[in-house]
């Protein structure tokens, strides 16, 4: 065996050779060598990069190959070294992984590529071996050299040839598309060829690009090619060129870059340029490139364009390169531009087809109408057929089900592969699957898989008789049970659970299943590993009870790792029991599971951290380092304490504000000190003049942009604040003290928006929430219902029931109701000379369609007018909605009763057509009904019914089913949701123990009154045992029944199991229960749960529970007077920075005591 000093000697001269050979040999050598890619320094990260890239071909399940570098120089030796064979560390990374089954020994293909890979001499020659490689090693050899296959472009890709360049930039995909847009650093090349290769990598990436991924490619194409087309540098200073004639000036603001040589490279990233640059693409250029065939390509299947560009380049297209009569005829070739054509009312039956097979990605507001409208001009003279249904594509989801039972059995079995693939409502897939399966008890798997979507239509007790042998394992599983009701799925798993046993039920459900299986389930599986968590998708409580199962309470770094989404069990216990010297390393680890960590872990979490860093060096913060700033991951920074914040050295201005801008500070409630303290902060650190500042320089602020103060954004020269306010425009949440100041600056600099154009509307829409009135106010324009529309459209969805604090700032109320006056209003002739808005008399389907949640504006006598046709087929959307008025349901019971009679008249399939109009049926009116089935249940289970009404559905299932309380199983209880609130609380004992302890999760979500509750509590406690002795996870399932505590039985709850309560259950704890709590029992509750509770409650609570309630949520005291954050500094126009008012302060004091002293003669 050859001895170390040998290696080592062997390895320097294999070094020598590769540096003296680049350094030392002649220029036209060199040259003649440009067309051998040569290996590049190694990043100083590669190690980290690599490994990660290695880590997902390992979860993907690949084998890792055994590679034996026993006698190979080590990583670390060479890791400083220029250049050289890097074989060495592909081999020590490999080693490193250890996936859960080795082979122990390696195979012949593994020794083959091992000794291949270590003749290679190049780059070039390795990424070749690499592209001749079998699948099962491939993934590996790809994950290592994807990252120096882009250094290699990024330092050197002027001097590559087409082909080498074609080769780095495929091996380089995988560390693209893995790459964080904080590190998306480009290269600087510039000729055609090289771009147009560059711009197709990019376009093949382009779904998995971040949106700031995207506009730094089309930000770096316009500087290429302004720097290659027009000599000239876009967002850059003036730079001198290599040849030493002179500077190259700055570009114009205005440059015509999308050119006819351009526009076929930029591909899909069309979809998403500004505005302007679209605006001045040549007409010529545009012409000509929508002729070609590049343009069809360039907006296939492109989903997520803005709805005013893809308007204004359709108008464009239509008006500039082809005629009102032709430009129809070009639908095919639009792609996903067609979401926008706004002639579809006059097509032919044709046309219309064609422009209904291209708007499959659109998520346009208002798609849906024009899919409708599409359809209808399909169908109109033409009678159902299988043609009818083909033809129609995804958009065969716009039928209403009376004309779905039009079809042929026979037309539906033979459309299957299209009906299957559909969006369905649950009247539409009932419609469907009773005629495809014609009551059939018993479903084979074949067939039950082949129903894709329309599994949505199969009752649960047919469910409830499929067999597991061709279902589990397979991958269709998977999308039919993600199309499931949260019933359908527990009857489902209940037929699997006869047939196998709890350890394979677990290993072969998809997630979407896997997240219905009850604690119990879990606990028989026999899950014994972390190894076993990752990869799957589990709920907090399934989380919090295999954590606990499997780790008891002790954590360890290894087994964070492994936790994939399971790390949502972590409590903050566990997290405290953390060794101090691995702090910082456990804080990396979470941060890479940012996605699915509460905010009391990420509180318990920093709060560890810093404990720990400060006991490694008092005051570690004032004298913190830029490396050591750096290592702190931005969810935990945004955490520190405001003295610590305003402590923060200039000298780390820069990483703090590479930092923030990559924070999420949706973990700190909305009145958090911490929020202006980094505000200030940050603007600190970007100087002291204050209009000098440019847009880029507050742009670079992130997030903590939403948190400037409108007397500092007025201080702003024009430039910066015009996109200051339109940065604005994209916040998540704008501090309630700054929304009225906000508005003002936002009328002076823009006028009243009354008086805006569609490109204001476009640019700073969400604005608008600032002020109902403004809202309120707007006037009727051609464009303004479009622009509403697309605003509602790009607004988050607010969770249901967000706590104030944590809540985001739109109230989007006005604006639904202003979309419904504008989408309601009576044809534009009636009111072209005022510009009034009268409202539509009588609700036609259409409007009703487009309308969605905004039915519930329609007055009563509106809807009386309504026929009883557009009743009948626009149920499915009037059934969905929950909160109507007394009045509106006493019209809309009327209505159903001109169609079907009596209420005793009513069948399940009608009653569950109704859906929450039956909320409009009194209690008696139930009694005398009959339901049958629980998947009729399910469908009333989001409405809005009283507790006697409660009580008249339980009578009517128990009329139709002919089952007492102890009938009920699992199923029926999750079936039942809210309405066992309607069985007599002396029934609720009586209830099936085992039954209840697989449903409690779904009883504890029923809203019911305090003593069903009470009652539903004591039967926990006897399934589950008494409250002091409830874990984590047992505390998470109970949801509303943690309410039916007793006060001595709540105050008894553990403080790790407080976090884990269900927060929609806290406002229903009674203030002289939750008065028991103490106040480190408040404090353990979370930031989540604390800020649930209500006015009322903190009444009963004395002054040192609220003291702790505050600190749990992060705010402060609401008793206390004074201010944790200074007031703000005032702009400054120039010299040094204003002084802090304290600091100001504690100087005046020090010199009037001086000056005390010195009068009084105390100096002697």
């Given at each position: 065996?050859?001895?170390?000093?040998?290696?080592?000697?062997?390895?320097?001269?294999?070094?020598?050779d590769a540096?003296?050979?680049?350094?030392?040999?002649?220029?036209?050598?060199?040259?003649?060598?440009?067309?051998?890619?040569?290996?590049?320094?190694?990043?100083l990260?590669f190690?980290?990069m690599?490994?990660?890239?290695?880590?997902?071909?390992?979860?993907?399940?690949?084998?890792v190959?055994?590679?034996?570098?026993?006698?190979?120089?080590?990583?670390?030796?060479?890791?400083?070294?220029?250049?050289?064979?890097?074989?060495?560390?592909?081999?020590?990374?490999?080693?490193?992984?250890?996936?859960?089954?080795?082979?122990?020994?390696?195979?012949?293909?593994?020794?083959?590529?091992?000794?291949?890979?270590?003749?290679?001499?190049s780059?070039?020659?390795?990424i070749?071996?690499?592209?001749?490689?079998?699948?099962?090693?491939?993934?590996?050899?790809?994950?290592?050299?994807?990252?120096?296959?882009?250094?290699?472009?990024?330092?050197?890709?002027?001097?590559?040839?087409?082909?080498?360049?074609?080769?780095?930039?495929w091996?380089?995909?995988?560390?693209?598309?893995?790459?964080p847009?904080?590190?998306?650093?480009?290269?600087?090349?510039?000729?055609?060829?090289?771009?147009?290769?560059?711009?197709?990598?990019?376009?093949?990436?382009?779904?998995?690009?971040?949106?700031?991924?995207?506009?730094?490619?089309?930000?770096?194409m316009?500087?290429?090619?302004?720097?290659?087309?027009?000599?000239?540098?876009?967002?850059l200073?003036?730079?001198?060129?290599?040849?030493?004639?002179?500077p190259?000036?700055?570009?114009?603001?205005?440059?015509?870059?999308?050119n006819?040589?351009v526009?076929?490279?930029?591909g899909?990233?069309?979809?998403?340029?500004?505005?302007?640059?679209?605006?001045?693409?040549?007409?010529?250029?545009?012409?000509?490139?929508?002729?070609?065939?590049?343009?069809?390509?360039?907006?296939r299947?492109?989903?997520?364009i803005?709805?005013?560009?893809?308007?204004?380049?359709?108008?464009?297209?239509?008006?500039?390169?082809?005629?009102?009569?032709?430009?129809?005829?070009?639908?095919?070739?639009?792609?996903s531009?067609?979401?926008?054509?706004?002639?579809?009312?006059?097509?032919n039956?044709?046309?219309?087809?064609?422009?209904?097979?291209?708007?499959?990605?659109?998520?346009?507001?208002?798609i849906?109408?024009?899919?409708?409208?599409?359809?209808?001009?399909i169908?109109?003279?033409?009678p159902?057929?299988?043609?009818?249904?083909?033809?129609?594509?995804?958009?065969?989801?716009?039928?209403?089900?009376?004309?779905?039972?039009?079809?042929?059995?026979?037309?539906?079995?033979?459309?299957?592969?299209?009906?299957?693939?559909?969006?369905?409502?649950?009247?539409?897939?009932?419609?469907?699957?009773?005629?495809l399966?014609?009551?059939t008890?018993?479903?084979?798997?074949?067939?039950?898989l082949?129903l894709?979507?329309?599994?949505?239509?199969?009752?649960?007790d047919?469910?409830?008789?499929?067999?597991?042998?061709?279902?589990?394992g397979?991958?269709?599983?998977?999308?039919?049970?993600?199309k499931?009701?949260?019933?359908?799925?527990?009857?489902?798993?209940?037929?699997?659970?006869?047939?196998v046993?709890?350890?394979?039920?677990?290993?072969?459900?998809?997630?979407?299943?896997?997240?219905?299986?009850?604690?119990?389930?879990?606990?028989?599986?026999?899950l014994?590993?972390?190894?076993q968590?990752?990869?799957?998708?589990?709920?907090?409580?399934?989380?919090?009870?295999?954590?606990?199962?499997i780790?008891?309470?002790?954590?360890?770094l290894?087994?964070?790792?492994?936790?994939?989404?399971?790390?949502?069990?972590?409590?903050?216990?566990?997290?405290?029991?953390?060794?101090?010297?691995?702090a910082?390393?456990?804080?990396?680890?979470?941060?890479?599971?940012?996605?699915?960590?509460?905010?009391?872990?990420?509180?318990c979490?920093?709060q560890?951290?810093f404990?720990?860093l400060?006991?490694?060096?008092?005051?570690?913060?004032n004298?913190?380092?830029?490396?050591?700033?750096?290592?702190?991951?931005?969810?935990?920074?945004?955490?520190?304490?405001?003295?610590?914040?305003?402590?923060?050295?200039?000298?780390?201005?820069t990483?703090?504000?590479?930092?923030?801008?990559?924070?999420?500070l949706?973990s700190?409630?909305?009145n958090?000190?911490?929020?202006?303290?980094?505000?200030?902060?940050?603007?600190?650190?970007?100087?002291?003049?204050?209009?000098?500042?440019?847009?880029?320089?507050?742009?670079?602020?992130?997030?903590?942009?939403?948190?400037?103060?409108?007397?500092?954004?007025?201080?702003?020269?024009?430039?910066?604040?015009?996109?200051?306010l339109?940065?604005?425009?994209?916040?998540?949440?704008?501090?309630?003290?700054?929304?009225?100041?906000?508005?003002?600056?936002?009328?002076?600099?823009?006028?009243?928006?009354s008086?805006?154009?569609?490109?204001?509307?476009?640019?700073?829409?969400?604005?608008?929430?600032?002020?109902?009135?403004?809202?309120?106010?707007?006037?009727?324009?051609?464009w303004?219902?479009?622009?509403?529309?697309?605003?509602?459209?790009?607004?988050?969805?607010?969770?249901?029931?967000?706590?104030?604090?944590?809540?985001?700032?739109?109230?989007?109320?006005?604006?639904?109701?202003?979309?419904f006056?504008?989408?309601?209003?009576?044809?534009?002739?009636?009111?072209?000379?005022?510009?009034?808005?009268?409202?539509?008399?009588?609700?036609?389907?259409?409007?009703?369609?487009?309308?969605?949640?905004?039915?519930?504006?329609?007055?009563?006598?509106?809807?009386?007018?309504?026929?009883?046709?557009?009743?009948?087929?626009?149920?499915?959307?009037?059934?969905?909605?929950?909160n109507?008025?007394?009045?509106q349901l006493?019209?809309?019971?009327a209505?159903?009763?001109?169609?079907w009679?009596?209420?005793?008249?009513?069948?399940?399939?009608?009653?569950?057509?109704?859906?929450?109009?039956?909320?409009?049926?009194?209690?008696?009116?139930?009694?005398?009904?009959?339901?049958?089935?629980?998947?009729?249940l399910?469908?009333?289970?989001?409405?809005?019914?009283?507790?006697?009404?409660?009580?008249?559905?339980?009578?009517a299932?128990?009329?139709?089913?002919?089952?007492?309380?102890?009938?009920?199983?699992?199923?029926?209880?999750?079936?039942l949701?809210?309405?066992?609130?309607g069985l007599?609380?002396?029934l609720?004992?009586?209830?099936?123990?085992?039954?209840?302890?697989?449903?409690?999760?779904?009883?504890?979500?029923?809203?019911?009154?305090?003593?069903?509750?009470?009652?539903?509590?004591?039967?926990?406690v006897?399934v589950?045992g008494?409250?002091?002795?409830?874990?984590?996870?047992?505390?998470?399932?109970?949801?509303?029944?943690?309410?039916?505590?007793?006060?001595?039985?709540?105050?008894?709850?553990?403080?790790?199991?407080?976090?884990?309560?269900q927060?929609?259950?806290?406002?229903?704890?009674?203030?002289?229960?939750?008065?028991?709590?103490?106040?480190?029992q408040?404090?353990?509750?979370?930031?989540?749960?604390?800020?649930m509770?209500?006015?009322?409650?903190?009444?009963?609570?004395?002054?040192?529970q609220?003291?702790?309630?505050?600190?749990?949520?992060?705010?402060?005291?609401?008793?206390d007077?004074?201010?944790?954050?200074?007031p703000?500094?005032?702009?400054?126009?120039?010299?040094?920075?204003?002084?802090?008012?304290?600091?100001?302060?504690?100087v005046?004091?020090?010199?009037?005591?001086?000056?005390?002293?010195?009068?009084?003669?105390?100096g002697?």
């Amino acid at each position: 065996m050859m001895s170390l000093w040998g290696i080592l000697i062997l390895c320097f001269l294999a070094q020598w050779d590769a540096v003296m050979s680049e350094d030392m040999m002649p220029p036209d050598i060199q040259n003649r060598n440009q067309s051998t890619v040569c290996f590049p320094r190694l990043p100083l990260d590669f190690k980290e990069m690599a490994k990660k890239l290695m880590l997902a071909c390992s979860k993907k399940g690949y084998r890792v190959p055994i590679i034996d570098f026993s006698q190979n120089s080590s990583y670390t030796l060479r890791e400083n070294l220029t250049m050289g064979n890097p074989f060495f560390a592909f081999a020590e990374l490999l080693s490193s992984l250890s996936p859960p089954v080795l082979k122990p020994n390696a195979t012949t293909e593994d020794r083959k590529i091992a000794e291949k890979m270590r003749n290679c001499s190049s780059l070039g020659q390795m990424i070749e071996l690499m592209r001749n490689t079998t699948d099962v090693n491939l993934c590996f050899m790809r994950a290592f050299l994807s990252p120096l296959a882009w250094t290699v472009i990024t330092q050197n890709g002027t001097d590559l040839d087409q082909n080498n360049l074609m080769k780095l930039l495929w091996a380089a995909k995988p560390f693209l598309e893995t790459m964080p847009p904080s590190n998306f650093v480009l290269p600087p090349i510039s000729q055609s060829s090289q771009l147009g290769a560059m711009m197709k990598m990019f376009g093949d990436m382009f779904n998995g690009l971040s949106d700031d991924q995207r506009n730094e490619i089309i930000g770096w194409m316009k500087e290429r090619v302004g720097e290659s087309k027009f000599n000239c540098i876009s967002n850059l200073p003036p730079q001198k060129p290599p040849n030493g004639t002179g500077p190259t000036p700055p570009c114009p603001p205005k440059i015509q870059w999308l050119n006819s040589d351009v526009l076929p490279m930029m591909g899909p990233f069309l979809s998403r340029m500004p505005l302007e640059e679209v605006n001045s693409i040549p007409k010529e250029a545009l012409c000509a490139f929508f002729s070609s065939p590049n343009f069809s390509l360039s907006f296939r299947n492109v989903g997520g364009i803005q709805p005013s560009l893809g308007r204004a380049l359709l108008q464009r297209l239509k008006q500039e390169c082809s005629s009102a009569d032709s430009f129809p005829q070009q639908v095919e070739r639009l792609g996903s531009l067609a979401c926008y054509f706004d002639g579809f009312q006059s097509l032919n039956a044709n046309l219309s087809k064609k422009l209904l097979s291209q708007l499959d990605t659109c998520d346009n507001s208002d798609i849906a109408k024009v899919k409708s409208q599409l359809v209808q001009n399909i169908i109109q003279n033409a009678p159902p057929s299988r043609e009818i249904l083909q033809s129609l594509g995804s958009a065969v989801s716009v039928l209403t089900p009376s004309k779905l039972s039009g079809f042929t059995p026979d037309d539906l079995k033979n459309t299957l592969a299209n009906l299957s693939q559909a969006n369905w409502n649950p009247a539409q897939a009932k419609t469907l699957a009773k005629k495809l399966l014609d009551e059939t008890k018993n479903i084979s798997s074949e067939k039950l898989l082949s129903l894709g979507s329309v599994v949505r239509g199969v009752s649960s007790d047919v469910l409830r008789n499929a067999k597991a042998q061709g279902l589990l394992g397979n991958e269709a599983l998977k999308n039919i049970s993600e199309k499931m009701s949260s019933l359908q799925k527990r009857a489902l798993l209940e037929a699997f659970r006869h047939d196998v046993n709890a350890s394979e039920l677990v290993k072969e459900v998809p997630d979407s299943l896997l997240r219905s299986l009850s604690l119990s389930t879990l606990d028989k599986a026999n899950l014994t590993s972390v190894d076993q968590l990752d990869g799957h998708s589990w709920t907090r409580a399934q989380s919090a009870f295999l954590v606990k199962k499997i780790l008891g309470n002790k954590l360890n770094l290894t087994a964070l790792r492994k936790l994939g989404q399971a790390v949502q069990g972590v409590s903050c216990e566990m997290i405290e029991k953390i060794n101090r010297t691995d702090a910082l390393e456990m804080v990396q680890v979470l941060d890479e599971s940012f996605d699915w960590l509460s905010r009391v872990q990420i509180r318990c979490a920093a709060q560890k951290l810093f404990a720990s860093l400060e006991e490694q060096r008092p005051g570690y913060f004032n004298e913190i380092t830029k490396s050591e700033l750096q290592a702190i991951p931005a969810i935990l920074l945004i955490q520190l304490p405001v003295e610590k914040i305003q402590n923060l050295s200039d000298s780390v201005c820069t990483t703090f504000l590479e930092k923030m801008r990559q924070a999420n500070l949706s973990s700190l409630p909305n009145n958090a000190p911490s929020r202006l303290a980094l505000t200030r902060r940050a603007i600190k650190c970007l100087g002291p003049n204050v209009p000098d500042l440019s847009a880029a320089a507050i742009l670079s602020l992130g997030p903590l942009v939403c948190e400037l103060e409108p007397a500092w954004i007025s201080s702003l020269n024009p430039k910066a604040l015009n996109e200051t306010l339109q940065a604005l425009a994209s916040c998540q949440q704008i501090p309630q003290q700054n929304r009225e100041q906000l508005f003002g600056l936002l009328t002076k600099t823009y006028g009243d928006p009354s008086n805006w154009s569609e490109d204001d509307m476009r640019t700073l829409g969400p604005l608008l929430l600032l002020n109902d009135n403004a809202v309120r106010s707007l006037p009727f324009k051609s464009w303004l219902v479009s622009s509403l529309s697309d605003l509602m459209n790009s607004l988050p969805i607010q969770p249901m029931g967000s706590p104030k604090e944590f809540r985001n700032w739109f109230d989007i109320s006005a604006l639904r109701r202003k979309l419904f006056e504008l989408k309601t209003a009576s044809p534009p002739q009636s009111r072209r000379k005022r510009g009034v808005i009268s409202a539509l008399s009588v609700p036609t389907l259409a409007v009703i369609e487009d309308l969605g949640p905004g039915n519930v504006y329609w007055t009563a006598v509106q809807l009386s007018n309504m026929t009883t046709q557009t009743f009948r087929e626009a149920l499915p959307i009037l059934g969905g909605i929950a909160n109507y008025t007394a009045e509106q349901l006493s019209v809309f019971r009327a209505k159903a009763l001109e169609v079907w009679g009596s209420v005793s008249m009513l069948n399940d399939s009608q009653i569950g057509e109704l859906g929450c109009i039956s909320q409009s049926f009194s209690s008696e009116e139930f009694c005398n009904v009959s339901i049958s089935t629980l998947d009729t249940l399910e469908l009333l289970n989001t409405c809005n019914f009283t507790q006697p009404q409660r009580a008249g559905v339980w009578q009517a299932f128990q009329k139709g089913t002919g089952k007492n309380v102890t009938d009920l199983g699992e199923i029926s209880l999750v079936g039942l949701g809210q309405f066992i609130c309607g069985l007599k609380p002396a029934l609720i004992d009586q209830l099936n123990s085992t039954a209840f302890r697989e449903a409690v999760e779904v009883v504890g979500r029923a809203p019911c009154p305090l003593n069903i509750i009470e009652r539903l509590k004591e039967k926990a406690v006897a399934v589950f045992g008494k409250p002091e002795t409830w874990t984590e996870a047992q505390a998470g399932i109970m949801g509303n029944i943690i309410a039916g505590l007793s006060a001595a039985e709540f105050g008894s709850l553990s403080s790790t199991a407080l976090p884990f309560i269900q927060s929609f259950a806290i406002p229903l704890i009674t203030p002289d229960r939750l008065a028991m709590l103490s106040a480190n029992q408040l404090k353990a509750l979370g930031p989540d749960n604390a800020a649930m509770i209500t006015d009322a409650q903190r009444g009963g609570l004395r002054p040192e529970q609220n003291t702790a309630l505050d600190e749990a949520i992060g705010v402060p005291a609401q008793r206390d007077s004074g201010s944790t954050v200074p007031p703000a500094p005032q702009p400054q126009t120039g010299g040094v920075p204003a002084m802090d008012s304290m600091a100001g302060y504690m100087v005046l004091m020090q010199v009037i005591m001086l000056m005390l002293c010195g009068f009084f003669g105390l100096g002697d």
